[in-house]
């Protein structure tokens, strides 16, 4: 088979391609119930990691490990960027389990379980919180 056309024809498809893609990623966004880790949890992800409850990480049932989400508490506002490193909850009707230092930005420790707004948040690299 023989291919036609330039080097540069085939670039610009590539390239509308992978906008096509990085677009698709940017809008994934899901809302549901969240709970936090017990503050006695001291255990291994299921990325291999020892938990540890001072950062802002999540479990996820499906999202790729290392993916970070802004979670927002739609009432409050409060918002927190966490890198999905664990699988759950297991737990039916619950869509993150959060680590204990991104339930204390959410002001969800008194409450348990909080109705949590979650964005991928593609191309961040720390985690970050705002009021």
């Not at 698709?24 to 006695?40: E, H, K």
């Not at 790729?64 to 297991?90: E, H, K």
């Amino acid at each position: 088979m023989r291919i036609r056309g330039s080097l540069t024809a085939c670039t610009a498809i590539l390239t509308w391609g992978a906008s096509d893609i990085a677009v698709a990623q940017t809008s994934r966004q899901f809302t549901g119930i969240a709970a936090y880790y017990s503050t006695d949890y001291s255990g291994r992800t299921a990325h291999g990691d020892k938990y540890d409850p001072t950062k802002f990480t999540a479990a996820h049932r499906s999202l790729a490990f290392g993916m970070r989400l802004r979670v927002t508490d739609p009432r409050s506002q409060r918002s927190i960027v966490v890198v999905v490193n664990d699988r759950g909850p297991f737990s039916k009707g619950r869509v993150l389990d959060l680590s204990l230092a991104a339930a204390k930005i959410l002001h969800m420790t008194g409450r348990g379980l909080l109705k949590v707004t979650a964005v991928v948040e593609p191309g961040l690299t720390t985690a970050t919180a705002t009021r």
